[in-house]
């Protein structure tokens, strides 16, 4: 029975590649510019500049004066600081390159890479300014705050989850690499563009075009298309679940960086479900105040 459903999907999604062929073939050059010219520019650097920290004590410095308040608050070591702080600017899946880095040189283990992960995804405040430009500037900055307050409240969450982290182990520097630096970052960026293209193109061939339908799948097509919402308030809600699902493109991007790790994502896909509910409570009081 298994075997006939999944041939049976196959045959339908080739039916429908044949029949929307114009429509993939749009949504696909589409994605290929979502992430040349909107993913690309806000990552590159970042996965350079981490390489680049590696070789520096600029972890170290970090965890030393942030452990204590990771340690205690959140229960996780100094290196969840490390992974949140660049994520603050960089936003995800740049918080799976940090914390693969940090799996590579045996700093964390798997259960406090998950925790970290799930407290840990946030987005680059350019793109997101960018990609909301239907949105007024004050709701686009509260979006980008509750984002943040609401990661930090699910590390609270998630403290009693015990990850039996050690509490600090200072990082030994490791010599800079330029053309394996360079080649890594390709390699990462080209997983992502496979991810966000084969995930815009299942949502080109749905039957149905809503952007949370859309969204769920490829994050940054489903907020360009929220435009199309004439509700103003169901624009702004919209934007904050699809942030805080952050859709199957970008988990399977974050996968993809850890593929090389038995990770077990259920706390991850917890955190999302928290996450959203969050947002929609503070949007309600959001409305009650205004």
């Not at 193109?201 to 969204?215: D, Q, R, T």
Request: charged share 10%.
């Amino acid at each position: 029975m298994k075997e006939t459903l999944k041939n049976l999907s196959i045959a339908l999604l080739i039916i429908l590649i044949i029949i929307k062929r114009p429509v993939l073939i749009e949504a696909i050059i589409s994605a290929i510019n979502i992430w040349l010219y909107s993913v690309f520019p806000a990552i590159f650097p970042f996965l350079m500049i981490s390489d680049l920290i590696l070789s520096s004590n600029l972890i170290n410095i970090i965890t030393y004066y942030l452990s204590p308040v990771f340690n205690h608050l959140f229960k996780v070591s100094g290196y969840g600081a490390y992974v949140f702080m660049m994520s603050l600017i960089s936003g995800t899946p740049s918080n799976a390159k940090y914390v693969k880095d940090l799996l590579d040189n045996n700093l964390i283990n798997y259960d406090e890479a998950v925790k970290i992960l799930s407290m840990s995804l946030l987005y680059n405040p350019l793109l997101i300014l960018a990609i909301t430009s239907f949105l007024k500037p004050k709701d686009q900055l509260l979006v980008i705050l509750l984002n943040i307050l609401i990661n930090l409240i699910i590390g609270i969450c998630n403290r009693n989850i015990n990850c039996n982290f050690q509490k600090r182990i200072p990082m030994i520097p490791k010599k800079f690499n330029l053309i394996n630096s360079i080649s890594n970052t390709i390699n990462t960026l080209l997983l992502i563009l496979g991810a966000i293209v084969l995930y815009a193109s299942l949502a080109s061939l749905l039957p149905i075009y809503h952007p949370l339908l859309v969204g769920s799948l490829e994050i940054v097509s489903g907020l360009t298309s929220i435009e199309i919402i004439h509700n103003y308030h169901h624009a702004l809600l919209f934007t904050g679940i699809l942030m805080a699902f952050g859709g199957l493109s970008i988990q399977t991007q974050i996968k993809s960086i850890l593929k090389d790790y038995p990770l077990e994502y259920s706390l991850f896909y917890k955190s999302r479900i928290i996450h959203i509910i969050l947002f929609i409570l503070f949007f309600q009081i959001r409305l009650l105040i205004i």
